[in-house]
């Protein structure tokens, strides 16, 4: 009981911002007295600190509060083919350490890949520690299908992986004293779009694009896991039977056409630049930018031909769960503007419902920090549903973390 008003003090600071203890008990419908009590138990746990002085409304003004960032952080961390990255976020949302690696995970074993991933994770507690916080939780989003009860990465057509147990993998690398525990990167891409407190990012759909296409259903503020976890495999609904083959053995899945590969193979040739793995995918699609800003004629067909089949895979998706949003992320955040036409012209094409349902295209502005931010929310949700789950690890941090 009292972890569970704990807990709706502090959410309710998260969403609406600082405010006096006067404030939250009429916000919160508790007595005066019980929410002085409440902020003073977050205060002792420092979750909470004073904030300035709240003016307006009913009797005196009085000192209001807010979170206090400073020292309890959430790790999140990705594991992709091109990349493995680690991102800290405290308890206000500030990013605290963030690193990234550009990696071939075909041509390195799964060990290494682990090895590397597990790196950057100590790197940015090693970060959160110097900074005098400490790591609460840690969530890795992996590219693959998740079995989540059993914390097992089951099918990886990009990584070319298969049944790996990658909690046990990890935990036991680390040998962590917080929590470590996997998602779907196409999940956490989609938490971390969905912004609290904010009614137009409640129910969205969030497609995260690199070499495969995933993504996440927030419905009602709530991710939409579905009944074993697989959810938002939206890559490989089949749209071109008659299409490409897939990394996943099918034939014509939507990710062959919408895919940074098939972008790829249509803007360039095999040893044009722009597809070389050994340049950063930040540049190579800068200079896809740069050539469609330019005019150039293929580049701009290759961004022509992709959008639509975005737009063809976005319209089938809206029929299904008229979100307020499409949220692109990935590589379409970064490329998306030049596919942008192409795309609502499917939507507005494809939508039964007039104007598309309402469903808005935007493009995501977490850039490939996605994965990793939405990692770092969840991992700080252990706070948010529990407060007091910091006891042990804040007094562990405050003697000096002996570890
Ligand atoms: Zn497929």
């Not at 019980?34 to 003016?55: K, Y």
């Not at 969205?204 to 495969?212: H, M, S, W």
Request: include cysteine; hydrophobic fraction near 45%.
């Amino acid at each position: 009981m009292r972890s569970a008003k704990l807990s709706l003090v502090l959410r309710h600071l998260r969403d609406h911002g600082p405010r006096s203890r006067a404030r939250l008990a009429t916000d919160l419908d508790l007595t005066r007295s019980a929410a002085s009590a409440l902020v003073a138990e977050l205060s002792d746990l420092g979750l909470v600190r004073a904030a300035g002085i709240e003016r307006g409304g009913l009797g005196r003004p009085g000192t209001s509060v807010e979170l206090d960032g400073a020292t309890v952080c959430g790790i999140g961390a990705e594991l992709n083919v091109h990349h493995v990255a680690a991102l800290a976020l405290d308890l206000s949302g500030r990013v605290v350490a963030e690193h990234r690696l550009g990696i071939d995970a075909q041509q390195e074993s799964v060990e290494q890949v682990l090895d590397r991933l597990v790196g950057l994770i100590r790197r940015t507690d090693d970060d959160v520690r110097a900074a005098g916080g400490y790591t609460v939780a840690a969530t890795v989003g992996v590219a693959g299908l998740i079995d989540r009860p059993r914390e097992v990465l089951t099918v990886a057509p990009n990584l070319r992986w298969r049944d790996v147990p990658v909690g046990a993998e990890l935990r036991a690398r680390l040998g962590a004293p917080y929590a470590v525990s996997i998602e779907n990167e196409g999940n956490l891409a989609a938490i971390a779009e969905a912004l609290p407190g904010d009614p137009n990012r409640q129910d969205i759909l969030v497609i995260f694009g690199e070499v495969g296409v995933g993504g996440g259903i927030v419905a009602g503020g709530r991710l939409l896991r579905g009944h074993q976890g697989y959810a938002g495999e939206f890559g490989h609904m089949i749209v071109d039977p008659r299409g490409r083959r897939c990394g996943c053995g099918r034939v014509g899945c939507w990710e062959t056409v919408s895919g940074l590969r098939a972008l790829l193979d249509a803007a360039a040739d095999p040893e044009d630049a722009v597809r070389d793995p050994a340049l950063s995918l930040d540049d190579r699609l800068a200079e896809l930018n740069r050539r469609a800003d330019l005019g150039d004629t293929r580049t701009i067909a290759a961004l022509d031909s992709v959008g639509s089949w975005v737009g063809i895979g976005s319209a089938m998706l809206t029929n299904a769960l008229n979100p307020s949003a499409i949220v692109l992320s990935g590589y379409f955040a970064e490329i998306g503007r030049h596919m942008r036409p192409a795309i609502e012209e499917q939507l507005q094409a494809g939508v039964l419902a007039p104007h598309a349902g309402g469903t808005r295209v935007e493009f995501s502005t977490l850039g490939f920090t996605a994965a990793v931010r939405g990692g770092a929310t969840v991992a700080l949700d252990a706070v948010f549903d529990d407060p007091t789950v910091v006891a042990l690890q804040r007094a562990d941090a405050l003697l000096g973390g002996a570890r």
